[in-house]
């Protein structure tokens, strides 16, 4: 008996709460089924009242684009979201190149596999087939006949084998020429990172701009990076309590 | 019941993962199998035909694995069939949620055939014992 308790992993901790749960879940179940039931599942009330929040979110996000949207409009920075809006797609092509490569990779290997696993099973299969009549051939329960017969049948397995060897040779190579896609789909990935970061960068930029005077010392402080001065312009100040609003709503 | 005649459903919408799946319970020993790409196909073959167990991933479109694990669970003719749910991460939130909504066990991929042979192993044995 070990005397210090041994250190539980982690994959054996999350192995013991999914065995909780599941045994309490079966409890219930178990309570439930019972005539004198006790009341429901805190779980199933919880749920409408996510939905409404789930519902609220998103009728707030829908306003906030919009009004994000009509803001940059009228501050001319549309130009800006246009090129914002074309890098998406770039992104969305490069990801779905991304998603094609590694699924006929995948698929190459795959079928190389299931060559392999014939030729393999095949070969062995063979093998066990003959060593059971040689064990025949030294039990001495063999005509000469047969013998020869035997003997015949060994040597054709034996020049079958460097063929179906090869082929196995060359099922191997074929699965690790698909791996090559590792290297291609990496290359692009970086580009998307790039391009992320600089969306990124140039939405924050915006944010920043647009940030009335007031609120840009709070901005900082959730914000790296420098502080753009915008020139004062009359038309801002409309549009700037628009974007006072969507600060507020956002937190800032 | 014979193990290895056992009626198997993978669903996943990666059809390399389902390869993958099928590949490794046949060998096994598990070479009964079909597959659907969500949940809503799923459902539409556990109606349909009998099947003994059900391995399915979590994010898939259309419905996700923890609905359909809830829907089977909902179904008289289903909700004792065991349920493996396939999960991209150890994530305790995940997890929580697939014992929650009845799952029979849980299992993180990439996973190995040994690691699928002792969740099934399990998950067959609780069965026999009840």
């Known amino acids: ?252 | 019941m014979e193990a290895q005649n056992l009626k198997f459903l993978v669903v996943d919408d990666f059809a390399t993962m389902r390869r993958i799946v099928r590949n490794l319970l046949k060998e096994s020993g598990y070479v009964n199998v079909e597959e659907a790409e969500d949940g809503v196909a799923a459902l539409g073959l556990l109606k349909m035909t009998k099947f003994d167990f059900v391995i399915s991933d979590i994010n898939m479109p259309n419905m996700n694995g923890f609905e359909l694990l809830r829907q089977i669970r909902a179904e008289p003719a289903l909700k004792t069939i065991p349920v493996l749910m396939v999960t991209a991460e150890a994530k305790k939130e995940d997890i929580v949620n697939a014992a929650q909504c009845g799952a029979s066990g849980y299992i993180v991929k990439p996973f190995t055939k040994a690691t699928l042979e002792e969740k099934l192993v399990k998950i067959i044995s609780k069965l026999q014992l009840q």
């Not at chain 1, 599941?22 to 599942?41: F, H, L, M, Y």
């Not at chain 1, 299969?125 to 005509?143: I, M, P």
Request: proline share 4%; with cysteine.
């Open chain 1, 1 to 252: 008996m070990a005397a210090q308790p041994q250190a539980i992993s982690p994959e054996e901790d999350l192995e013991a709460l999914f065995d909780s749960i599941a045994e309490q879940r079966s409890e219930e179940i178990r309570r439930v089924a019972e005539p004198d039931r006790i009341s429901g599942n805190d779980a199933l009330g919880a749920e409408p009242a996510a939905a409404g929040a789930k519902e609220g979110v998103h009728q707030r996000l829908g306003h906030l684009t919009r009004l994000l949207h009509d803001t940059l409009g009228e501050l001319g920075y549309d130009k800006t979201m246009t090129s914002l809006a074309q890098g998406l797609p770039d992104a969305c092509d490069r990801l779905n190149y991304i998603a094609r490569l590694t699924g006929e990779a995948a698929e190459k290997a795959l079928n190389g596999v299931d060559r392999g696993q014939t030729l393999q099973a095949g070969i062995g299969a063979d093998a066990t087939a003959l060593a059971g009549e040689w064990e025949r051939v030294y039990a001495k329960q063999v005509s000469v006949e047969d013998f020869r017969s035997i003997a015949q049948r060994t040597r054709e397995f034996f020049q079958t084998v460097p063929q179906r060897t090869g082929e196995l040779g060359v099922v191997l190579t074929d699965i690790m020429m698909a791996q090559d896609f590792h290297d291609l789909t990496g290359q692009v990935i970086k580009k998307i990172v790039d391009l992320t970061k600089h969306t990124e960068k140039q939405l924050l930029d915006l944010l920043v701009e647009t940030t009335p005077q007031a609120l840009r010392a709070e901005m900082e402080h959730h914000l790296a990076g420098p502080v753009v001065n915008a020139e004062g312009r009359p038309d801002v100040v409309t549009s700037q309590q628009q974007v006072d609003d969507l600060l507020e709503k956002l937190g800032f």
